[in-house]
């Protein structure tokens, strides 16, 4: 007799801490109304031991009004980073719940509180980014990611924000699942003038971005694509490796992912700068001639190979691909600004020459030799330098290296002129 009156008290005690709960979840909905999130969440606290054991109603509801007082506190600016995570893992673990119970009340209210929770993180993560706070940002990038894993490109985003923080150990693993995934970023991006704010919006297809123009909300319309970060990702993520000491996994890395996109030519750059980092030199070359094999007349492509043959101390081959890349798009302005500055390298030892001269007539003689070279330099540059302040005009470095070197060679004419239109 004594065991049936163990059990029933065993069952009176379950009872009586099922409805204490209950009351303490209430008694938390109330402090939030209230306007006291703070409370809540203490309340809530308190009654964590027992819902575990509660029906699964009631552990959604307890996940609800715990997702809605910390998503609370973050819209008060209180610990804003942590109170969102913490209210979407509230919100996930709610949905995970009723999902696997069937019974779905609180789901759809948390699902929109996560799509305003993804929103807050993006737009804080801009913020601290635009407030050089990148680490911060870039976890903020990262968290909107675990929200929403279709939306890959705050995964992206958050392994270039770790790296602009040089925060290399975090960037590693995403720049590592970004490649799992394959992602590449590719597509195209609609967008239009607002006539209200004066900036450019962006839209998901170019239907809703016409119609906004039709509407007269937006003007100037333009549609562009968006070309593939492969090339840009498993740089980064080679280079750390390289900077790791891991070279052959670096290697490895770029090679599985040119198999993966045999077509994407920047994989290929990657490849080639990294046998370049490495001091490879005959690798390296193989693979320019390769690229340049594929895509003679890619001027994106010859421009990246300057780049990587002037970051070699390699200027002739600087200069050959620049100028081919001209050839082929004349309005190509940063190869004019890259080949401008691979000439105006060459002033560098010239004036670090005529520094050491004395005052003998043997030493003022080189003097007037090295001065003349020095002005062939700077007449040799003013054709690029001319052309890309024309391309770009509101560029004021452009403008301000051709001013410069409008004064050095006493050219008081041009000097004035270009001063005119700064």
Same mark, same amino acid.
């Given at each position: 007799?004594? %065991?049936?009156?163990?059990?029933?008290?065993?069952?009176?005690?379950?009872?009586?801490?099922?409805?204490?709960?209950?009351?303490?979840?209430?008694?938390?909905?109330?402090?939030?109304?209230?306007?006291?999130?703070?409370?809540?969440?203490?309340?809530?606290?308190?009654?964590?031991?027992?819902?575990?054991?509660?029906?699964?109603?009631?552990?959604?509801?307890?996940?609800?009004?715990?997702?809605?007082?910390?998503?609370?506190?973050?819209?008060?600016?209180?610990?804003?980073?942590?109170?969102?995570?913490?209210?979407?893992?509230?919100?996930?673990?709610?949905?995970?719940?009723?999902?696997?119970?069937?019974?779905?009340?609180?789901?759809?209210?948390?699902?929109?509180?996560?799509?305003?929770?993804?929103?807050?993180?993006?737009?804080?993560?801009?913020?601290?980014?635009?407030?050089?706070?990148?680490?911060?940002?870039?976890?903020?990038?990262?968290?909107?990611?675990?929200?929403?894993?279709?939306?890959?490109?705050?995964?992206?985003?958050?392994?270039?924000?770790?790296?602009?923080?040089?925060?290399?150990? %975090?960037?590693?693993?995403?720049?590592?699942?970004?490649?799992?995934?394959?992602?590449?970023?590719?597509?195209?991006?609609?967008?239009?003038?607002?006539?209200?704010?004066?900036?450019?919006?962006?839209?998901?297809?170019?239907?809703? #971005?016409?119609?906004?123009?039709?509407?007269?909300?937006?003007?100037?319309?333009?549609?562009?694509?968006?070309?593939?970060?492969?090339?840009?990702?498993?740089?980064?993520?080679?280079?750390?490796?390289?900077?790791?000491? #891991?070279?052959?996994?670096?290697?490895?890395?770029? /090679?599985?992912?040119?198999?993966?996109?045999?077509?994407?030519?920047?994989?290929?750059?990657?490849? /080639?700068?990294?046998?370049?980092?490495?001091?490879?030199?005959?690798?390296?070359?193989?693979?320019?001639?390769?690229?340049?094999?594929?895509?003679?007349?890619?001027?994106?492509?010859?421009?990246?190979?300057?780049?990587?043959?002037?970051?070699?101390?390699?200027?002739?081959?600087?200069?050959?691909?620049?100028?081919?890349?001209?050839?082929?798009?004349?309005?190509?302005?940063?190869?004019?600004?890259?080949?401008?500055?691979?000439?105006?390298?060459?002033?560098?030892?010239?004036?670090?020459?005529?520094?050491?001269?004395?005052?003998?007539?043997?030493?003022?003689? #080189?003097?007037?030799?090295?001065?003349?070279? #020095?002005?062939?330099?700077?007449?040799?540059?003013?054709?690029?330098?001319?052309?890309?302040?024309?391309?770009?005009?509101?560029?004021?470095?452009?403008?301000?290296?051709?001013?410069?070197?409008?004064?050095?060679?006493?050219?008081?004419?041009?000097?004035?002129?270009?001063?005119?239109?700064?």
């Amino acid at each position: 007799m004594k %065991s049936k009156y163990v059990i029933l008290a065993s069952a009176l005690l379950i009872s009586v801490a099922t409805f204490a709960q209950k009351d303490q979840i209430k008694s938390a909905e109330k402090a939030l109304k209230s306007g006291d999130a703070q409370g809540a969440i203490s309340i809530l606290k308190d009654a964590e031991n027992l819902v575990v054991n509660a029906k699964d109603v009631e552990q959604a509801q307890y996940y609800f009004v715990k997702g809605n007082a910390y998503l609370d506190l973050a819209t008060k600016k209180v610990d804003e980073s942590k109170s969102l995570s913490l209210a979407a893992e509230s919100y996930k673990k709610l949905i995970d719940l009723e999902k696997e119970s069937g019974k779905l009340k609180y789901s759809t209210q948390a699902a929109t509180s996560i799509a305003q929770i993804k929103g807050n993180l993006i737009n804080s993560a801009i913020a601290d980014t635009q407030a050089n706070k990148n680490a911060e940002g870039a976890k903020k990038l990262y968290d909107a990611y675990l929200l929403d894993k279709k939306d890959t490109i705050n995964l992206y985003y958050a392994a270039s924000t770790s790296v602009n923080a040089q925060d290399y150990d %975090s960037a590693l693993p995403m720049y590592e699942e970004l490649k799992k995934l394959n992602y590449s970023g590719k597509g195209t991006s609609y967008t239009a003038l607002n006539k209200a704010s004066g900036n450019e919006d962006g839209f998901n297809t170019a239907n809703e #971005r016409d119609l906004a123009v039709k509407l007269g909300t937006h003007e100037k319309p333009k549609t562009e694509s968006i070309p593939s970060k492969r090339g840009e990702i498993y740089k980064n993520l080679a280079l750390i490796l390289v900077q790791k000491g #891991r070279i052959e996994d670096a290697k490895k890395a770029i /090679a599985d992912a040119r198999k993966t996109n045999p077509e994407d030519s920047s994989l290929l750059l990657t490849e /080639a700068n990294l046998y370049l980092e490495t001091k490879d030199f005959d690798t390296y070359k193989k693979l320019v001639g390769e690229a340049l094999q594929k895509d003679p007349n890619n001027a994106d492509l010859l421009f990246n190979l300057g780049v990587i043959s002037g970051n070699a101390k390699n200027p002739a081959d600087a200069e050959k691909y620049y100028l081919k890349a001209i050839e082929i798009n004349p309005g190509y302005t940063n190869a004019y600004l890259n080949l401008a500055a691979l000439k105006l390298e060459a002033e560098k030892p010239i004036i670090d020459e005529m520094n050491k001269l004395g005052n003998s007539a043997k030493d003022m003689k #080189r003097y007037d030799v090295l001065k003349a070279q #020095r002005e062939s330099v700077f007449k040799g540059v003013i054709p690029y330098l001319k052309k890309a302040n024309e391309l770009d005009p509101k560029n004021e470095d452009v403008a301000k290296t051709l001013l410069g070197v409008y004064k050095a060679l006493e050219m008081t004419a041009e000097a004035k002129a270009l001063k005119a239109t700064m």
